[in-house]
């Protein structure tokens, strides 16, 4: 929904677009919108607060989504017209309410990613097989890349393959160039060919990051981890953030009033922000 009265941003999960009621043109019939849940007012910002918090990412917590969200309403990636001056007024006040909730209630629990998620399945090997060329295998490739090993990344986006090899130092190929080996393999894309996993019985290890997906064919392998499997394993620091989840939720809805409080100085606040994602 490419569109110049919204401005999107493309996480590892999901898709928000960001808008204001007064440029919109057809704003009336947004409730019509088919696949979206719509957020407006400061529904919508307790909302960005809470994603940029990790509260809506299967990995509770994860700190990932707080760094895409400054990267992409940062000043290079925005213009100077008075919405996206507000957008970035916006994420600074998004930035430093989640920081005041990470502070609080996230220290040392809130620091697990995708990325230090998959290091510590894979610690060990040198040599590591990543299919996808999305925003999660970007997040990926920081730590796949430590302690020199060797990240060969498959794709079929050739742009952004080529932008993870000026950004990375590691080898770039297409689907059909895989050859399993005795390396390990991570799966970030959500498409996926089982013709490409039935190649993989004798690899050490697979990672399917694919939400809410166990693969037909390789579910019976001890080699295969699926995304369920990999956030069972730190049940533990799981089950500590759903337990303070509820004073997160009030945390944000007491920031979320004192701004409410603030706009109805400012006769051009942005009181009815329409957030949809």
Same mark, same amino acid.
């Given at each position: ?9 493309? +996480?590892?999960?999901? !898709? ?6 007064? =440029? ?9 919108? #088919? ?7 400061? !529904? ?18 994860? !700190? ?7 990267? *992409?309403?940062?000043?290079? /990636?925005?213009?100077?017209? %008075? ?9 600074? #006040? ?25 290091? +510590?399945?894979?610690?060990? &090997? @040198? ?21 020199? *090993? ?8 050739? /742009? ?10 590691? #080898? =770039? ?14 799966? %970030? @894309? ?11 019985? &004798? ?6 990051? *694919? ?5 037909? =064919? %390789? ?9 369920? +499997?990999?956030?069972?394993?730190? /049940? ?7 337990? =303070?989840?509820? /004073? ?17 100085? &400012? ?6 922000? +329409?957030?949809?994602?």
């Amino acid at each position: 929904m490419d569109h110049p009265d919204w401005i999107s941003w493309h +996480t590892c999960m999901r !898709s928000i677009y960001l808008s204001d009621e007064r =440029i919109l043109e057809d704003h009336e019939n947004l409730d019509t919108i #088919q696949g979206f849940e719509i957020y407006r007012g400061f !529904s919508a910002y307790s909302f960005l607060v809470e994603v940029v918090c990790g509260l809506h990412s299967k990995l509770y917590g994860e !700190s990932e989504i707080q760094a895409q969200f400054r990267d *992409r309403f940062s000043p290079p /990636q925005l213009g100077n017209s %008075a919405f996206e001056l507000s957008i970035l007024r916006l994420r600074d #006040q998004v930035l430093e309410h989640s920081k005041i909730i990470r502070t609080q209630f996230l220290t040392g629990i809130g620091r697990m990613s995708y990325g230090s998620l998959a290091e +510590t399945w894979i610690r060990g &090997f @040198s040599k590591v097989h990543l299919f996808g060329t999305g925003n999660l295998a970007e997040s990926l490739l920081p730590y796949l890349v430590q302690s020199n *090993r060797r990240i060969t990344v498959y794709g079929r986006n050739v /742009q952004r393959l080529e932008f993870f090899e000026s950004k990375f130092d590691i #080898q =770039i190929k297409n689907w059909e160039s895989y050859s399993p080996d005795s390396s390990p393999v991570i799966i %970030a @894309s959500t498409y996926f060919p089982e013709s490409i996993l039935e190649t993989m019985s &004798f690899v050490p290890k697979i990672l399917d990051f *694919r939400e809410d997906f166990t693969s037909r =064919i %390789a579910c019976n392998w001890n080699h295969y981890i699926p995304f369920s +499997t990999m956030l069972h394993s730190i /049940q533990n620091t799981q089950k500590n953030i759903i337990e =303070i989840k509820p /004073q997160i939720v009030k945390m944000i809805s007491h920031l979320t009033h004192d701004r409410e409080e603030e706009q109805t100085h &400012f006769l051009n606040g942005w009181e009815d922000l +329409t957030h949809t994602c």
